[in-house]
T-cell receptor, first 112, second 114 residues
């Protein structure tokens, strides 16, 4: 059946290209940010995190960039593969609380 | 690799019934969470639990909901008198310490209220 809910922005890339997924956050007090990958019917899977005292962090094929001035977070995936196809969520946390606030998500589709 | 495990993976219940969703957090983790995701929407925080008590809860987590850690390994979410709008994927998550460790999620329990 047809799903009802938020219409996710979609990024479609060719296999092997680099992908950039963006996220805007609203809470200036947030000091910890995480990117999660969610495949259909599964739970959010941790990809990479960054603290507010950093502006860049690299993992294996992934890089997270944080711009606190404009409250913007991005996830770069190098050499995107079909297995990267999923919905990607950014999440933020602040020391005043112990919970994550998730963004709306972006669907990444990788064309072979 | 340690993981958060949840049961059942899918439950169908009649409106008005009570359901219990079960979770086994990662061993030696201290913080436990329930989140939910209505189909096609973003993940929403319900409740966090530390030191055998609720540490934070959202507006969604009203008197219909309760959590319990009945023993050293399980963490449960009880939903009383279920409503149609409770249909969602419920994720359990856990974290090792207050700061410096990320929150790891289970695969979810899909609840369908009919």
């Amino acid at each position: 059946g047809e799903s009802v809910g938020l219409h996710l922005p979609t990024l479609s890339v060719q296999e092997g290209d680099n992908s950039i997924i963006n996220c805007a956050y609203s809470n200036s007090a947030s000091d910890y940010f995480i990117w999660y990958k969610q495949e259909s019917g599964k739970g959010p899977q941790f990809i990479i995190d960054i603290r507010s005292n950093m502006d860049k962090r690299q993992g294996q094929r992934v890089t997270v960039l944080l711009n606190k001035t404009v409250k913007h977070l991005s996830l770069q995936i190098a050499a995107t593969q079909p297995g990267d196809s999923a919905v990607y969520f950014c999440a933020e946390n602040n020391n005043a609380g112990n919970m994550l606030t998730f963004g709306g998500g972006t669907r990444l589709m990788v064309k072979p | 690799e340690p993981e958060v495990t949840q049961t059942p993976s899918h439950q169908v219940t009649q409106m008005g019934q009570e359901v219990i969703l079960r979770c086994v957090p990662i061993s030696n983790h201290l913080y436990f969470y329930w989140y939910r995701q209505i189909l096609g929407q973003k993940v929403e925080f319900l409740v966090s639990f530390y030191n055998n008590e609720i540490s934070e809860k959202s507006e969604i987590f009203d008197d219909q909901f309760s959590v319990e850690r009945p023993d050293g390994s399980n963490f449960t979410l009880k939903i009383r008198s279920t409503k149609l709008e409770d249909s969602a994927m419920y994720f359990c998550a856990s974290k090792g310490s207050y700061s410096g460790n990320t929150i790891y999620f289970g695969e979810g329990s899909w609840l369908t209220v009919v």
